[in-house]
């Protein structure tokens, strides 16, 4: 299957500073991206979905301003959290839509990232 | 208002026992997209099927099937001979456009599975 990468796998960071996350597609063009959270307790939330050469579309809820989303080639999406606070802790999550898996909807996620904000 | 409701927490089951993991969806719109996900004790997430809300054929992939039923609003999910490696955390979701256009995902709390060798 399809590869996707995300770097870093892990972070730490002081409250008040803005971490950036990278989602790779190493082998395919992702125009699609997605952005997701998983809480402590295991609960998802799909944040956001990316497309490339364009705004991110957010899902309701989600702070647009705290949560930046760049997807500036066919490879790379970005997520950038601005002025980090504890409560921001979590796992982040990507994923991408190969193109090639026509109309199924499939998406392969990265590994992950693991947040954390002292 | 959304809701997706995996009414069992965990479940364990012997090795090919076959298992089912059901969930329930609450929505007043007719168009909709419904999700299967697992994510093993690695922890990355893979996709396993999506549903439009007008394609009520069940699904068969391999040893997994989908039950889709409108009339009762579930969409459960089977795994027939259940081997170690099923052992996971399967989510099941519902994505709705609300009505300023955008979009909105409902997860399910998910269902753990053990399946024991």
């Known amino acids: 299957g399809a590869v996707v990468s995300q770097h870093p796998s892990w972070v730490i960071c002081k409250s008040g500073t803005s971490v950036k996350i990278e989602c790779r597609s190493l082998?395919?063009?992702?125009?699609?991206m997605f952005w997701y959270r998983q809480f402590p307790k295991q609960s998802l939330m799909l944040m956001a979905t990316?497309?490339?050469?364009?705004?991110?579309?957010?899902e309701q809820g989600v702070e647009k301003d705290k949560f930046l989303i760049n997807h500036a080639s066919l490879t790379l999406s970005t997520l950038t959290v601005t002025s980090a606070h504890p409560e921001d802790s979590s796992f982040y999550i990507c994923?991408?839509?190969?193109?090639?898996?026509?109309?199924?909807?499939?998406?392969?996620f990265g590994p992950g990232t693991r947040l954390t904000v002292l | 208002a959304q809701k997706v409701t995996q009414a069992q927490t965990e479940i364990s089951v012997v090795e090919k026992e076959d298992v089912t993991l059901d969930c329930v969806y609450e929505?007043?719109?007719?168009?909709?997209?419904l999700f299967w996900y697992k994510q093993p004790p690695s922890g990355e997430l893979v996709f396993l099927i999506r549903?439009?809300?007008?394609?009520?054929q069940n699904e068969i992939s391999g040893r997994y099937s989908w039950n889709f039923q409108k009339s009762t609003s579930s969409f459960n999910f089977t795994i027939t001979a259940s081997q170690v490696v099923d052992s996971a955390v399967y989510f099941c979701?519902?994505?709705?456009?609300?009505?300023?256009?955008?979009?909105?995902?409902?997860f399910g709390a998910g269902t753990r599975l053990f399946v024991k060798a």
């Open positions: 994923s991408a839509r190969d193109p090639a898996s026509g109309s199924t909807g499939e998406q392969f």
């Open positions: 082998d395919f063009q992702a125009t699609t």
């Open positions: 990316s497309n490339e050469g364009s705004k991110a579309t957010y």
């Open positions: 929505t007043r719109d007719t168009t909709y997209y």
């Open positions: 549903r439009n809300s007008f394609d009520e």
């Open positions: 979701a519902l994505r709705t456009q609300i009505y300023t256009g955008g979009f909105k995902t409902i």
